[in-house]
């Protein structure tokens, strides 16, 4: 962009930033999980709950991955019917939907939507982050959340990781008393959801 920016159409300009902030989005998740992950083994991170307004919470999560999914010309997808409140640790949530929501950008493939959904029950509100990527293979979902595997590979777009993320998602989700669960299918995209006690 510097060598060439006079010669360069807006749409490229456009195009370079997008592919500049997906990148610097990247490198900041990764750095995130090294830090949050090293938190959790010395037991740094401590649960403190409040009461929040989990829509709130969830829209600004999606506002800020917003330009990580447009590189991809993914639509992220949150339409809440009311307000919701809470009562839950707000970094601790924001840690698991940032996660999860990267991931589902990372595994998606281009000109796809991403749809967040919140319903509940008598117990819990339960979050889901649905997508229509690559899927996982059966083998490779029993090493997700296996500390000692460090299981990764590349997205769509050969994006990296660090094979931590969804391994300090569970670990954040049992803080709180939450349940993770995992429905996918090799080929044909996954849903990660996970509970919050009311």
């Known amino acids: 962009i510097l060598e ?14 997008q592919q500049i ?7 900041f998740n990764l750095l995130n999980n090294l830090l949050d992950w090293s938190k959790t083994q010395t037991n740094k991170i401590r649960y403190s709950p409040q009461k929040i307004n989990l829509t709130k919470t969830i829209n600004s999560v999606v506002y800020t991955l917003k330009n990580t999914a447009l590189a991809k010309n993914l639509e992220l997808k949150f339409n809440p019917s009311s307000e919701m409140i809470v009562y839950a640790d707000d970094n601790m949530l924001r840690t698991v939907l940032r996660n ?11 000109n796809a939507e991403i749809i967040i959904s919140v319903t509940e ?18 083998e490779e979902l029993e090493l997700l959340l296996n500390k000692d595997n460090n299981f990764t590979k590349p997205g769509t777009e050969y ?21 993770f669960n ?8 996954s849903i990660f959801s996970f509970t919050i006690p009311k």
């Open 159 to 179: 994006e990296k990781g660090t094979g931590l993320g969804l391994i300090i998602c569970n670990e954040l989700i049992q803080q709180w008393g939450g349940k």
């Open 100 to 110: 999860i929501i990267t991931n589902a950008i990372k595994f998606s493939f281009k």
């Open 21 to 27: 902030n997906s990148a610097a989005n990247s490198g």
């Open 121 to 138: 029950n008598n117990e819990n509100y339960i979050i889901s982050v649905k997508d229509s990527g690559t899927g996982i293979k059966k």
């Open 4 to 17: 060439q920016y006079d010669d360069l159409s807006d749409k490229d300009k456009i195009r370079y930033v």
């Open 182 to 189: 995992i429905e996918t299918a090799f080929g044909k995209g």
